[in-house]
Nanobody
């Protein structure tokens, strides 16, 4: 069974940066589109960014110009670089395969606060 493990979250001041990592436990990682999602307290989970198997990114309007997504197929890993963070980016961040969902991991908490 595929496992997704997110890490890299933390507490950061507005304007700061974080890099999130999602490690997947599967050999066929490279064939899947991967995505980052986030869920803020009291809100539904939302798509943040996704990346095709060949590395083509799609970024949500709300984070366009601030977040970038990348992947390293050799390491079965996808990254989310978050810059110019805002308080409204505070959420638990998750990764998954948008076209072949697996069980959600534990996520990684990102808190943006002064």
């Amino acid at each position: 069974q595929v496992q997704l493990v997110e890490s890299g979250g933390g507490v950061v001041q507005p304007g700061g940066s974080l890099r999130l990592t999602c490690a997947a436990s599967e050999r066929s990682f490279n064939i899947y589109r991967m995505a980052w999602y986030r869920q803020a307290p009291g809100k539904q989970r939302e798509h943040v960014a996704s990346i095709s198997s060949s590395g083509s990114p799609t970024i949500a309007d709300s984070v366009q110009g601030r977040f970038t997504i990348s992947r390293d197929n050799a390491k079965n890993t996808v990254y989310l670089q978050m810059n110019s963070l805002k308080p409204e980016d505070t959420a638990v961040y998750y990764c998954n395969r948008p076209k072949a969902m697996v069980s959600w991991g534990q996520g990684t908490q990102v808190t943006v606060s002064s």
